[in-house]
């Protein structure tokens, strides 16, 4: 089953109850905030309803491992090593478990890893948080380039 990266680019300020109560389940509490969801129909379904606050696309299994190492935190704030995975999980790199996650034979809290990555702001900035990317924006689905996306965000 393939994974969808999913980041929060626009504020909740004048959004419908709805919207805001479904980027709480998904754990996008905030602007700049991401997370790995599979795509199923009920996240799909999820996806759509908030797609004029969201990017999202597939997260190739390299930028996955980058995303880990840089981003990935574990309870009480602590990075994600090499070490924190052999001792919480049955992997033995990051790259075993980014490799895993992907396939779906794994998922991030396996590992102990929290949900959320907490990403800066684009470096080179953003095009339109008002638009969607086949408009000359930032929102909506972007495919395969949502890994330039995440890489100029860690």
């Given at each position: 089953m393939a994974k969808l990266a999913v980041i929060r680019l626009r504020s909740g300020i004048k959004a419908k109850q709805g919207v805001k109560d479904t980027?709480?389940?998904?754990?996008?509490?905030?602007v700049?905030?991401?997370?790995?969801?599979?795509k199923t129909d009920s996240n799909m379904g999820m996806i759509r309803k908030v797609k004029d606050y969201i990017t999202w696309g597939e997260v190739k299994p390299e930028v996955l491992e980058a995303?880990?190492?840089?981003r990935g935190r574990l309870s009480g704030?602590?990075?994600v090593t090499e070490d924190a995975v052999?001792?919480?999980?049955?992997?033995?790199?990051l790259a075993e478990l980014a490799a895993a996650v992907e396939s779906g034979a794994a998922d991030l809290g396996d590992a102990g890893v929290k949900k959320v990555f907490r990403f800066h702001p684009p470096r080179g900035g953003f095009r339109s948080t008002k638009r969607p990317v086949?408009?000359?924006g930032d929102l909506g689905y972007r495919g395969e380039r949502i890994n330039e996306l995440i890489i100029r965000m860690m």
């Open positions: 980027l709480k389940l998904m754990g996008l509490t905030r700049n905030h991401g997370v790995i969801v599979e995303l880990l190492a840089k704030d602590k990075r052999r001792a919480t999980s049955n992997f033995q790199t086949k408009d000359m």
